[in-house]
């Protein structure tokens, strides 16, 4: 069995090829900056007596309210894209979109923000595992090294060396956060079902917000809400501004540009540039929350940069190798 590390089109043309990556990486680098305000501002909601659920469904439904008229548009009437992806989209809605937050929002509460996204972030060593075992896609040696440093960059970028107060709840929504982040990155990737990538966030995001409304409606999702002024970087502010920043930049513009990067650059490739959310996420805490990153964060840092150059050259050197396979 061949040794495979890139999940996507070993036909595109060498120049081609240069331009999808260079587009790639930039949607890739959009969409974790802005995943990784999510957390912050989220946390300035739960403090005044939002309940994740809540702050889970207000911005699923705002992001699914402005990306679904251009989902459907996009359509161009080839409504049978849809019925032919129904279960994709459904399953993309429910473990992608509210799964993965909600699960995240519960971790957030139980533990420090820092543990909870070490541990959701396991998610893309998920998915190499998984194209492993599921399609014969095996790491090569360089990819294993550039993932290796990715999870020591990891590590230092939470301080978890320090010590860190694990609650054994907060540790399984954080687990259950990592399979949702792990579905995100496989089905994003999927470009086999023909739907455009804004007419996928379009109909998860639309799916996420019915299943949690309609958990809500039975009593199975708790739901509370306050219009206390919430604090960032010591300045008050209304309830409604993070909630508008949630919806429409941390999930309707997240989750478009991560598909279009996951499209682009495959599903394993997209997931390990999408930890640079955990980079976003500290800054973000940093200049929001007042949590200054030691040194050895910002070495950290560095270390996840270095372990996704160490990804992408692991996959091109087996690529390079193919033909010879062949």
Sequence with gaps: MTALTHDGDPAVPRVAEGSRLAAGLVFAIVSATSFGMSGALARGLLDTGWTPGSVTLVRVALAASVVLP????????????????????????VLAVAGAQFCYFSAVQHMQVGPALLIEYTAPAAVVVWLW?????????????????AALGLVLVLD????????????????????????????SADESNGLPPITLAAGG????????????????????A??????????????????????????????VTGIAAGRRLGSRLASFVALLEVVAGVGFAWLLLDELPRPIQLVGGLLILAGVVGVKLGESRVRAEEPALG
């Design 133 to 149: 075992l599921r399609h014969g896609q095996r790491p090569g040696p360089v990819t294993l090294v550039g993932a290796g440093l």
């Design 160 to 187: 978890l060396l320090s010590g860190a107060d694990l609650s054994t709840a907060g540790v399984l929504w954080a687990l259950a956060a990592m399979v949702g982040a792990a579905s995100y990155f496989l089905i």
């Design 226 to 255: 306050s219009t206390q002024a919430t604090s960032y970087a010591g300045r008050e502010v209304a309830w409604w501004v993070p909630l508008l920043v949630l919806g429409l930049v941390t999930a309707a513009i997240a989750y």
């Design 70 to 93: 251009f989902g459907i548009a996009a359509l161009r009437g080839r409504w049978f894209l849809v019925r032919r992806s129904a279960p994709t989209i459904v399953l993309y809605g």
């Design 205 to 224: 995001l639309f799916v996420g917000a019915s299943a949690l409304g309609l958990l809500a409606l039975v009593g199975l999702l708790p739901m509370h």
